[in-house]
């Protein structure tokens, strides 16, 4: 392999490294805002439950507040009736009093079933409040190892980037200006190897010609996707 081939191949190296470090580091926030929406999600989860809790203890006090209500109504008729002389009066208010407590009846039914539902969205509120804590302490441990994450990429990125005149130096000047055209249009590496006369990147079938000039250790581009191409064979 020509010396311009392998100064150019390190080079290249240096260069995808960076833009693979780079990709990672653009990658961070993105995932630092998917999981920030995580945690807040469960917490309006964890505000919903709690509503429901508050809102069924409020039902239960107004349904407690309409039992004593019936409650009072029938100590008030009860105490008419002592005063009332005639049977069918008396009868009616009896039949009222029943009235009154058969709506006792229905709303102790209604509390008892408002008491099932708070004590059950209160183990589910127990449940979530764990799950929220347990969330979000995970949260705070990936958070920081983001950000160590994103200190070590740009410390890496930086010394790469101090690293590349050295190898950019060294490298044939007709070599450097094809390779810097193309890996300005491309994110991909540029220079890559011809394999069974294919090309490495496109794996496309490479001319005759092509091959010829990449033996020679000149250079050489694939017909089909402009990439440089070298060859290993001898």
Not at 65 to 79: D, F, P, T, V, W
Not at 192 to 221: I, S
């Amino acid at each position: 392999m020509k010396q311009w081939i392998e100064d150019l191949l390190l080079l290249q190296e240096n260069d995808m490294r960076v833009r693979q470090l780079k990709t990672k580091l653009e990658l961070i926030p993105k995932e630092r805002t998917r999981l920030t929406g995580e945690l807040a999600t469960e917490k309006e989860a964890l505000k919903a439950v709690k509503e429901k809790i508050q809102k069924a203890e409020m039902d239960v006090k107004k349904t407690e507040g309409l039992i004593a209500q019936e409650n009072q109504k029938i100590q008030a008729l009860q105490q008419q009736s002592i005063q009332v002389k005639k049977n069918n009066e008396y009868q009616a208010l009896m039949s009222e009093i029943e009235n009154h407590k058969k709506k006792i009846g229905d709303f102790e039914t209604e509390e008892i079933a408002l008491l099932d539902v708070v004590e059950s969205a209160k183990a589910d509120h127990k449940e979530h409040d764990h799950q929220f804590a347990a969330k979000e302490k995970s949260l705070q441990a990936e958070l920081k190892e983001f950000d160590q994450l994103t200190v070590e990429l740009n410390a890496e990125i930086e010394r790469l980037k101090a690293e590349r005149p050295k190898l950019q130096i060294v490298v044939d000047k007709n070599a450097l200006t094809v390779y810097s055209r193309l890996l300005g249009s491309s994110g991909t590496p540029m220079v890559t190897v011809q394999n069974g006369g294919m090309c490495g990147h496109c794996h496309l079938k490479l001319t005759p010609q092509t091959l010829n000039l990449a033996r020679k250790g000149a250079l050489a581009f694939c017909d089909n996707c402009s990439h440089l191409v070298y060859t290993t064979e001898e």
